[in-house]
């Protein structure tokens, strides 16, 4: 006999906390956007370059974490959401904090950025903590592949109860 392994349905967890981490990027998106039509105000300040590449990283980091977590049996990106969305609150906090080049913003940058980065920061963490659920670990552990006909008997006996 062989032992089948059938893959478990996604639990909501899991799909909430991929739906957070897609709106994570597409608020990234939206920040990255405003920081390259704001360029030409920020063009001689080199600093800047490095805030719009991390906002592009982000974008593209968490769009590509929400397929990924949708996946069973990949922990490892379980693992990389909860890292990137440590070292991306980190940077949106600085961001937001500091206040970076309000001087040299247009007028409508600091205020879109902020709520952008807000926006952005608390689906990051939403979606995070949707993945440390409890009920989440048994969706990402890996099947047994190993043939026990004890659970063969049991569910020859479960199918014959049904049947009758």
């Known amino acids: 006999m062989r032992a089948v392994l059938i893959d478990k349905p996604m639990p909501p967890a899991v799909r909430a ?11 990234a998106l939206g920040m990255s956007v405003s ?17 719009g590449a991390v906002e592009s990283v982000l974008t593209l980091v968490f769009g590509w974490l929400a ?11 379980q693992i990389a959401t909860w890292v990137v969305a ?38 990051m963490i939403a979606g995070a903590l949707s993945l440390a659920r409890s009920d989440v670990l048994d969706y ?11 659970w063969t008997y049991f569910i020859a006996g479960q199918n014959k109860r049904d049947e009758s």
């Not at 920081?35 to 490095?50: I, Q, Y």
């Not at 397929?67 to 990106?77: K, S």
């Not at 980190?90 to 970076?100: D, E, K, Q, S, Y």
């Open 17 to 27: 906390g991929s739906l957070l981490l897609a709106g994570c990027s597409l608020t």
């Open 35 to 51: 920081t390259v039509a704001a360029w030409p105000r920020f063009g001689p300040v080199a600093d800047f370059v490095l805030i």
């Open 67 to 77: 397929f990924a977590v949708r996946v069973p049996r990949r922990r490892w990106a």
């Open 86 to 123: 440590f070292a991306g609150g980190g940077f949106l906090l600085f961001n937001l904090v500091t206040g970076l080049y309000e001087e040299l913003a247009p007028g409508w940058y600091p205020d879109l950025n902020a709520i952008l980065g807000l926006v952005a920061l608390v689906l």
């Open 140 to 150: 990402y552990r890996e099947a047994s592949w190993q043939f026990d006909d004890r």
